[in-house]
């Protein structure tokens, strides 16, 4: 009987446990993907970045003998559909660990073994698994470095060559890539960001070796220079399963034992990402509720006219309008600016973290649903392990710091430059006429002057008697 291969965010042949054990076992496959509940509720962005990847992955499935069926529909009754047509008697899948597709999966899965059909998930998407991470008193881990120190000696199994044969199960009928349309709420035209986003195994591949052949020996020094590239830039595909973590961890750790300078700070960045997972699969609340609760009745301000000119990249503050277009052009943003453009919202404008979460899930190519939840609670100050609240970032001493020379304001603002760079005239390209944005115009006034931002917000988060 036919094994029902369900592709989710694995779309690699390389380190695939799932497609390794089905080649192995010799069984015919069919390999689907299914456009459902919780693929239909991603951003417009990852929508967008799902379909880039699937037009990249699935021909190179169908080089191996294996076409991919695309259907729609709600996964178990679309799961249950393939089931009846093609007699198979097992689906598997590598797991995912957000809430939703957890909550999806064990539906699905209690559902096909009462119906005597194997349901089996693979691991993959993470080099910990959560539920195996505890803490010496029993519990999960709430704080880094201790966990750090947990998992760094923790075996991690060496990646599986690429798989090179599958056989083939019988054919069926599905909809296109175009009929499902993953890109279409991509309010920008996708274009603008084709231009700067790269898709597929092969360039994951190449991102890697050439971050190994440079960058990892200043990581450490440079990482957080915004007109730099000394980061790797792997995450928007480890957040479609392009690489897995173990490929990355294993190079990172061939490059710290020939004594790379940057390697440990890389892979403890690397597990920044497996802790995120942690808290998210022990805490699933991450994205929607104040991890510490005595933050529920801080005063957030919710929409405003504010929240929206942040969104626009319209604040009138230089770096953190920088970011705003970096992240709309590109659909990425270097991690500082992150920062920087998630304190400026919730401190200097003391608005709810989660607008901003929201305007992100929707914006970045590599959303990730654990390290942007987690990236925001830490900046806003209610997070596990966050920032103490009196940590304000001042927009403008981190630019001068990190951008010393404005080179990285100057690639995204277009304002009172007549000689604008391509990037900075990009942002004019890509937003909805409808927001009414002209490259000439002057730059607009800053919504708030930073020291008046600073005191509001010292106040408001002091007069609760947040503590560090
Ligand atoms: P590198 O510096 O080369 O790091 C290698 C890998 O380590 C990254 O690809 C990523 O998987 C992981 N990593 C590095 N830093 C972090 C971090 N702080 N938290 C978790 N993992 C990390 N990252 C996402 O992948 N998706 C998101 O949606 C996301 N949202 C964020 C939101 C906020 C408010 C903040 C502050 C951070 C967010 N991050 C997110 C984390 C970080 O900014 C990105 O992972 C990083 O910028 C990706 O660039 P890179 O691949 O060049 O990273």
Same mark, same amino acid.
């Given at each position: 009987k036919p094994i029902l291969l369900w592709l989710r965010r694995d779309l690699r042949l390389a380190d695939h446990p799932m497609l390794s054990a089905a080649a192995s076992s010799g069984r015919p496959v069919v390999a689907v993907f299914v456009c459902d509940e919780v693929v239909s509720a991603y951003g417009a962005a990852p929508r967008w970045r799902l379909d880039a990847g699937l037009r990249a992955f699935l021909p190179r499935l169908e080089a191996l003998g294996c076409p991919v069926t695309l259907r729609r529909g709600p996964a178990l009754e679309t799961l249950r559909a393939l089931i009846a047509e093609t007699g198979a008697g097992a689906v598997w899948w590598s797991r995912d660990i957000d809430p939703q597709a957890i909550a999806r999966d064990s539906a699905v899965k209690s559902a096909l073994k009462a119906a005597g059909v194997e349901a089996r998930s693979f691991p993959g998407q993470v080099l910990f698994p959560p539920w195996e991470v505890q803490t010496g008193q029993g519990g999960p881990y709430r704080v880094y470095t201790p966990y750090w120190k947990a998992v760094r000696g923790l075996p991690v199994a060496p990646p599986l060559p690429a798989v090179t044969r599958l056989r083939p199960g019988p054919a069926l009928r599905g909809e296109t890539l175009e009929d499902l349309d993953?890109?279409?709420?991509?309010?920008?035209?996708?274009a603008v960001v084709a231009k700067y986003a790269r898709i597929g195994e092969a360039e994951a591949q190449a991102r890697l070796a050439a971050f190994l052949d440079g960058p990892i020996a200043v990581y450490r020094d440079r990482r957080d220079f915004l007109a730099e590239q000394a980061t790797s830039a792997l995450s928007e595909h480890l957040a479609w399963g392009e690489i897995s973590p173990a490929q990355i961890w294993h190079a990172g750790a061939r490059a710290l034992a020939e004594g790379a300078a940057g390697a440990e700070t890389f892979l403890k960045e690397l597990v920044w990402r497996e802790f995120a997972w942690h808290l998210m699969f022990h805490f699933p609340d991450l994205g929607r509720a104040n991890w510490r609760a005595e933050w529920d009745s801080f005063p957030w301000a919710g929409e405003s006219a504010s929240a929206e000119r942040w969104r626009r990249g319209m604040t009138g503050e230089p770096v953190v309008d920088a970011a705003m277009r970096e992240l709309y052009v590109t659909g990425r943003m270097h991690n500082r600016a992150r920062m920087i453009a998630a304190s400026y919202l919730t401190k200097h404008l003391l608005t709810d973290w989660r607008i901003g979460l929201a305007w992100f899930e929707d914006c970045l190519?590599?959303?990730d649903p654990a390290a942007n939840a987690m990236g925001w609670q830490w900046v806003a100050g209610c997070? @596990?392990? /966050?920032?103490?609240?009196?940590?304000?970032?001042n927009p403008a001493s981190q630019a001068e710091k990190f951008d010393p020379e404005s080179v990285y304001r100057r690639r995204w603002l277009a304002e009172?430059?007549?000689?604008?760079p391509e990037t900075a005239r990009d942002f004019f390209e890509a937003v @909805?006429? /409808?927001?009414?944005?002209?490259?000439?115009?002057?730059a607009p006034e800053p919504l708030i002057a930073l020291a008046e931002g600073r005191a509001r917000a010292l106040a408001a988060y002091g007069a609760r008697g947040a503590k560090e």
């Open positions: 993953l890109g279409r709420a991509m309010r920008r035209g996708g190519i590599d959303h997070g @596990p392990d /966050a920032a103490p609240y009196f940590r304000i970032f009172g430059n007549r000689h604008a @909805p006429k /409808a927001w009414g944005l002209v490259p000439g115009a002057r």
